[in-house]
């Protein structure tokens, strides 16, 4: 890689740059950007990767992946040919596409906007792409006059699968056009296209929950298919390199404060592989910048999860009634007020966000006093508070530790104390909660107090985080000292995600009586510590939690009604789903829900009657959300020249 200096030395100053109009062919921009001494593979890689829009836009790309260290890989992009309907009819499917989102939330239709595919994604070099383009535009205009108008679509309906089928006999014609522009292709740019053999069809919701067919049913009836539609064909592409992961996008900025982690700008998007994030810390994810192409460690309270279409390159799309020369910047305009519409700034309270560790993924209603106490059991399970280690990095100890070892706080959002500083503790694997983190837990507990939520049994993870946080839940619904917390070993986290060869050294129940936690020293774990296993496997940590959580319940059938689980993210998923009779999910899909839930979540669990049935309501209290604090140096901030 050449030295930063370099392709500094290349870029023109943006007061300096010429006023480009987006429509100019990146063949005048390719020779532009080859003027100014940028290698031709490099020239070609940033035009293809912001969709020939200008020179400026390239120049920003090579200024901002001046670190990427795939910059000179020559893997090509992926490229996609779609069907997009404009006009009245994409105003139809725009409205569905926000109500069922706002009615029954995300589901993998949402990836992508409405369209028909054409063909399968396939490679194209990135000195081909120009090429490429000109091959969809001349097959386009071979086709004016011959395409099918109105194109009938047909409702189609499954348990599963909802979606808008072409007519047989029409969806043949579209087919023999994908033929005839892969054999362009081919001839043009030298790509093997692969034309879409399956039916056609717009896909309108998939892979939803078998309850929300009948709204989302009702929802889709109501487009009318019939109305007037100019189709487009549209060009886009996508990095293959994240064609498997799941795409964040940027809620908040971070400045990283270890050399693994990576500086987050607000707006950017993040791809992220779950089958990368084994050896994370809770709280963190690994993750690869679109902006910059660097990866690193991110704490994952910064992001949410987007769309998969959102990270991808827009290339020209052609419509085949007007003659008309394409033009890039309407085109463009047009496919961006698309995506925004399926997220509007004011969205229902019933839409399900999925700000991970920020927003409580679903809504719940205040229950009214008179029906808080509820003689059905009920189990309320509740994730720890903000933790040291996530707000202040991995080795947030050396930011608290005086030159004698003492421990003294430097910020305020560290505790004034940590019990048993000094001793044998093992705070790099068990961390404690911040002051948010005890202030969190304290209004959860008050809140339960004002909706007369009666606790009977309190049990924690043998984690510091998890104890200090059940303690202060007790202090907010003053029941600090009259209820003692039992800690409980089988409670812990999956152990596959504990860095390192060995468990965390937890501290003992005596010890922690002994630093005035209000915990039983008299309980008997169900699970002891010497029971767990480092690395374990989803199933057996699946297993493990649904039998704890059974074996709780079941001894304290007799002698109360509610019972508090306080442990991990996790926890909320392992600890009830089973319970209510449901399989596990697959370890991705776990990761997935595990990922949504934030510091404080809360969720209940009830027994319907005497049957050993448990089913999700309604917890008693209101969801706890808050954004992020950035660190403040007022010397850095306010002293600059």
């Known amino acids: 890689m050449a030295a930063k200096e370099d392709i500094y030395s290349k870029i023109i100053p943006r007061r300096l740059r010429q006023n480009r109009s987006g429509s100019v062919k990146s063949g005048s921009n390719l020779d532009v950007l080859l003027s100014m001494g940028f290698p031709r593979p490099r020239a070609l890689k940033a035009l293809v990767s912001t969709g020939g829009r200008s020179v400026q836009a390239a120049c920003d790309w090579l200024f901002s992946h001046v670190d990427d260290p795939f910059l000179d890989d020559p893997l090509p992009r992926e490229f996609v040919l779609y069907l997009r309907p404009s006009g009245p009819l994409q105003n139809q499917l725009s409205h569905f596409w926000q109500q069922?989102?706002?009615?029954?939330?995300?589901?993998?239709?949402?990836?992508?906007?409405?369209?028909?595919?054409?063909?399968?994604?396939?490679?194209?070099?990135?000195?081909?792409?120009?090429?490429?383009?000109?091959?969809?535009?001349?097959?386009?205009?071979?086709?004016?006059?011959?395409?099918?108008?109105?194109?009938?679509?047909?409702?189609?309906?499954?348990?599963n699968f909802i979606g808008l089928f072409v007519e047989e006999q029409v969806a043949d014609?579209?087919?023999?056009?994908?033929?005839?522009?892969?054999?362009?292709?081919?001839?043009?740019?030298?790509?093997?296209?692969?034309?879409?053999k399956k039916q056609l069809h717009v896909t309108l919701a998939y892979n939803f929950p078998s309850d929300h067919l009948p709204s989302l049913e009702k929802l889709a009836k109501g487009i009318e298919v019939k109305l007037g539609c100019d189709w487009l064909a549209v060009l886009f592409s996508r990095d293959?390199?994240?064609?498997?992961?799941?795409?964040?996008?940027?809620?908040?900025?971070?400045?990283?404060?270890?050399?693994?982690?990576?500086?987050?700008?607000?707006?950017?998007?993040?791809?992220?592989?779950?089958?990368?994030?084994?050896?994370t810390s809770e709280g963190w994810v690994n993750g690869t910048s679109l902006a910059t192409g660097l990866s690193g460690l991110l704490p994952e309270n910064y992001v949410s999860l987007a769309d998969e279409s959102d990270t991808w390159i827009f290339h020209g799309s052609h419509s085949f009634f007007s003659c008309g020369p394409s033009d890039k910047t309407r085109d463009r305009w047009m496919f961006d007020g698309l995506l925004d519409s399926r997220r509007p700034d004011n969205a229902s309270p019933g839409d399900t966000p999925t700000l991970s560790l920020i927003c409580h993924p679903m809504q719940v209603l205040r229950m009214s006093g008179s029906h808080s106490r509820q003689p059905k059991r009920t189990l309320f399970v509740c994730r720890h508070g903000e933790r040291m280690d996530v707000v202040f990095g991995k080795h947030w100890l050396s930011l608290c530790s005086d030159s004698k070892g003492r421990y003294v706080r430097s910020n305020l959002n560290m505790p004034p104390s940590l019990p048993l500083w000094g001793g044998q503790r093992d705070y790099d694997m068990d961390s404690p909660i911040t002051v948010t983190g005890s202030t969190q837990a304290r209004l959860v507990g008050e809140a339960l107090s004002e909706s007369n939520t009666v606790l009977d049994f309190v049990y924690c993870s043998p984690s510091l985080r998890c104890v200090q946080t059940a303690q202060n839940i007790l202090r907010g619904m003053q029941q600090e000292g009259k209820l003692k917390v039992r800690v409980e070993p089988g409670l812990f986290e999956w152990t596959k995600w504990v860095s390192g060869n060995s468990l965390p050294a937890w501290i003992p129940p005596t010890d922690l009586a002994a630093a005035h936690f209000s915990v039983d020293t008299t309980y008997r774990p169900l699970i002891p510590v010497n029971k767990l296993t480092v690395s374990e496997s989803y199933e057996n940590y699946m297993s493990r939690s649904y039998q704890v959580t059974k074996d709780i319940l079941s001894d304290c059938k007799n002698t109360g009604n509610n019972v508090l689980i306080v442990a991990h993210?996790?926890?909320?998923?392992?600890?009830?789903?089973?319970?209510?009779?449901?399989?596990?999910?697959?370890?991705?899909?776990?990761?997935?829900?595990?990922?949504?839930?934030?510091?404080?979540?809360?969720?209940?669990?009830?027994?319907?009657?005497?049957?050993?049935?448990?089913?999700?309501?309604?917890?008693?209290?209101?969801?706890?959300?808050?954004?992020?604090n950035h660190a403040f140096d007022w010397r850095e901030t306010l002293m600059q020249e």
Not at 104 to 121: D, E, M, R, V, Y
């Open 100 to 159: 069922s989102r706002v009615t029954c939330g995300k589901n993998k239709a949402h990836n992508i906007f409405p369209h028909i595919t054409l063909c399968q994604f396939f490679m194209c070099a990135d000195h081909k792409v120009e090429a490429l383009c000109e091959a969809l535009q001349a097959s386009v205009q071979q086709w004016r006059g011959r395409f099918p108008s109105p194109l009938p679509l047909e409702l189609y309906t499954s348990s």
């Open 173 to 196: 014609v579209l087919k023999q056009f994908a033929a005839d522009f892969a054999t362009e292709a081919a001839r043009k740019a030298e790509v093997h296209v692969e034309p879409h």
């Open 240 to 279: 293959i390199r994240f064609a498997n992961h799941e795409t964040l996008r940027v809620m908040y900025p971070y400045m990283p404060q270890n050399d693994d982690e990576l500086e987050l700008v607000s707006g950017d998007f993040v791809f992220m592989s779950p089958v990368d994030q084994s050896s």
């Open 569 to 628: 993210a996790s926890s909320l998923e392992a600890c009830t789903r089973q319970l209510q009779g449901r399989g596990p999910h697959s370890a991705k899909d776990f990761i997935q829900v595990v990922r949504k839930i934030p510091y404080l979540g809360f969720c209940s669990c009830e027994e319907q009657g005497d049957t050993g049935v448990w089913q999700l309501v309604d917890p008693p209290i209101l969801p706890l959300t808050h954004g992020p």
